[in-house]
């Protein structure tokens, strides 16, 4: 097994710019979630989908903010447009269902917004 | 609502010295409880869990057992090595089937001097 998958592993980008951050979870999990991690505020949940419908996207910072799964292996997560305190180190992780499961995490996407 | 608590860190040990990472926690139900570490430049990953009382989940030398009278998920390992140098995360899951997310603690930083 592949693990889940975190595209771009580094981004840079310029205040404004859009980004994209890309996640494929591993086959059969259903359930998929984004955290963004900074040395200031921790781990914070952003958004998580249970079978591919968003159940809770109350960490979402702003309107700026958006996140896709349109289908049970891809999600996206979109900021635009981007500001430089958006810059931060952001997970991906997907989960089977169950209590006693835990969380499987990506290697992350460092984005770094100048 | 549901939360978990750990000790503060940083902790730094000598190699070899006995490590204990304190954590507590606040659920509804019956939580199954996590403990995840972080190596630097990486995503979490899964060190031991146990989902029920009295269970003890292990891994790599490390040991949890899960103290539903005292509500605590302590951390230990007996002779801790250099390579253990990372930040530690207790978690847990609890909630409605299907709205199975983990609520994280901060996190402890550990490091170990030779």
């Known amino acids: 097994d592949a693990g889940v998958i975190q595209s771009p592993r580094h981004e840079v980008t310029e205040m404004g710019q859009e980004v994209t951050l890309r996640c494929k979870p591993i086959?059969?999990?259903?359930?998929l979630f984004w955290y963004r991690q900074t040395m200031m505020r921790g781990l914070e949940l952003l958004i998580y989908?249970?079978?591919?419908?968003?159940?809770?996207d109350s960490g979402m910072p702003e309107d700026r903010f958006s996140a896709k799964m349109p289908n049970a292996s891809f999600s996206t997560l979109k900021i635009q447009p981007s500001e430089p305190r958006d810059s931060a180190v952001y997970f991906c992780?997907?989960?089977?269902?169950?209590f006693g499961y835990g969380y499987t995490f990506g290697s992350g996407t460092r984005l770094t917004v100048v | 609502g549901d939360s978990v608590t750990q000790m503060e860190g940083p902790v730094t040990l000598s190699e070899e010295a006995f490590l204990t990472i304190n954590c507590t926690y606040t659920?509804?139900?019956?939580?199954?409880l996590f403990w995840y570490v972080q190596y630097p430049g990486e995503g979490l990953q899964l060190l031991l869990k146990?989902?029920?009382?009295?269970d003890k989940g292990s891994n790599k030398g490390f040991e949890a057992t899960y103290r539903k009278e005292t509500t605590s998920f302590h951390l230990e390992k007996g002779s801790v090595q250099v390579s253990d140098s990372a930040v530690y995360f207790c978690?847990?899951?609890?909630?409605?089937?299907?709205?199975?997310?983990?609520?994280f603690g901060t996190g402890t930083r550990l490091t170990i001097i030779p």
């Open positions: 992780a997907s989960k089977t269902q169950g």
């Open positions: 086959s059969g999990h259903n359930s």
């Open positions: 989908f249970n079978n591919n419908v968003p159940i809770d």
């Open positions: 659920a509804t139900g019956y939580p199954s």
């Open positions: 146990a989902t029920k009382a009295d």
């Open positions: 978690a847990l899951s609890a909630g409605n089937f299907g709205n199975e997310k983990l609520t």
